[in-house]
């Protein structure tokens, strides 16, 4: 398979103190297992710009709540790439899990209303969970993760 008929997905994650970014690794694990020519890609949403998203054909974001709103450095990467990538057409299919401590659910509604404006069309139910993520949890990202990369590798997004 060539470079260009290679599919790309981007896990984004941001995350203080370790949940979210253990889930993303493991969403990263499950990605490549499931399907090995998708080119799997992870990122600290800090260190993850517009051409990460030029990169990918699909987006896979974890991050937490803070103060009832989504967690400072993954509003930081959507600050920083909205306007770019609307001036590119970044038109991109998405997913977001979201761990929490007790609620999650502002920061759900907001990311929703801005991936309104980025055009991003959702391609599976926003997953919400609160506390310290257990085993049913990290399997919940794993099988999001993999239906993400068999969806790109089937060419169903
Ligand atoms: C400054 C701060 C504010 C927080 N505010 C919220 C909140 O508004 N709602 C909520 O459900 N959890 C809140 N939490 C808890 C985190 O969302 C939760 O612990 C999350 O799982 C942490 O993820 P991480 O380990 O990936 O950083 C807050 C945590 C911090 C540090």
Not at 25 to 50: K, M, Q
Not at 125 to 147: N, Y
């Amino acid at each position: 398979m060539s470079e260009l008929e290679q599919k790309h997905l981007l896990i984004v994650y941001h995350s203080q103190s370790g949940r979210n970014e253990r889930l993303a690794y493991a969403a990263y694990s499950a990605a490549i297992a499931a399907e090995p020519n998708v080119d799997v890609r992870l990122r600290r949403a800090a260190e993850t710009g517009t051409r990460d998203v030029v990169w990918s054909d699909g987006l896979l974001l974890f991050f937490p709540e803070n103060f009832g709103a989504i967690a400072g450095g993954m509003k930081d990467f959507l600050d920083r790439t909205f306007y770019p990538v609307l001036e590119r057409n970044l038109i991109r299919p998405y997913a977001v899990f979201i761990c929490a401590g007790n609620d999650g659910g502002n920061a759900l509604s907001q990311f929703n209303r801005i991936a309104k404006g980025y055009l991003w069309r959702s391609v599976s139910e926003p997953i919400v969970v609160t506390g310290r993520p257990d085993e049913v949890v990290f399997q919940q990202a794993r099988d999001l993760s993999t239906a993400f990369s068999t969806g790109l590798e089937m060419g169903v997004f």
